[in-house]
Structure formats: C-alpha cells, structure tokens
C-alpha cells in the first residue's frame, strides 16, 4: 500500500519549468518536516528542498533560487516547482516524509530529464 506518490516528471529543455507533487497517504499521521532529494544513478542520493509543517522552507545551494517548495497541510501534499532548468538537474527525484515521531517515508520518484 503506497504511502508515498511522487507525479509530475518528465522530459523537458534547458531553461524549461516542472512542477513536481508528492501526496502522503492519510496512514502516516501528523507529518512533519516533507522534502524532495534526487539521486543520479552511480551516486549518493542528495536534498533538494525541504519545508517544515510550519512552512519554513531550505534549499541545497545549487538551486540557486530556481526552485520553489511548498505544502498543502489539508492535502497532505508538498510540491516543487522547478524553474530554469539545467542538464544537470536530471535526476530521479524522490519525496520523503517524516512523522512527528521521526519515521520517514519515501515514494517511488519520480524521473526528471533536461535536456540540452
């Protein structure tokens, strides 16, 4: 049972926008902090953004202010909204969430290509 659904990736050109949206199931109770990472096969997965149930967002450096997190707490839903895309933000991207007793969830990704 999914508890985790990542959407909206796909194939797109440099300089080009996404919106990526990641909902929670209802079973994972009192979310907390939720977040989007990205892995490139062969290395490390990293994070992205991250927003706390409060709202406060933080971003990786190399989003270099093309990105934008948000959360609908009603919805259970964090969405990345990615703008001026570069080759090098192909990845697989993957939602995580976190309850407030610290367990994480993570969805399946979802894959991000840009091309040049």
């Known amino acids: 049972q999914a508890k985790v659904v990542e959407s909206g990736g796909g194939l797109v050109q440099a300089g080009g926008s996404l919106r990526l949206s990641c909902e929670a199931s209802?079973?994972?109770?009192?979310?907390?902090?939720m977040g989007w990472y990205r892995q490139v096969p062969g290395e490390q997965r990293e994070s992205v953004a991250i927003?706390?149930?409060?709202?406060?967002?933080k971003y990786a450096d190399f989003v270099e202010g093309r990105f934008t997190i948000d959360r609908d707490n009603v919805r259970s839903t964090v969405y990345l909204q990615m703008n001026s895309l570069k080759p090098e933000d192909t990845a697989v991207y993957y939602c995580?969430?976190?309850?407030?007793?610290?367990?994480?969830?993570w969805g399946q990704g979802t894959e991000v290509t840009v091309s040049s």
């Open positions: 995580k969430v976190e309850d407030i007793g610290g367990k994480t969830f």
């Open positions: 209802e079973i994972i109770f009192r979310i907390a902090d």
């Open positions: 927003i706390s149930r409060a709202g406060v967002a």
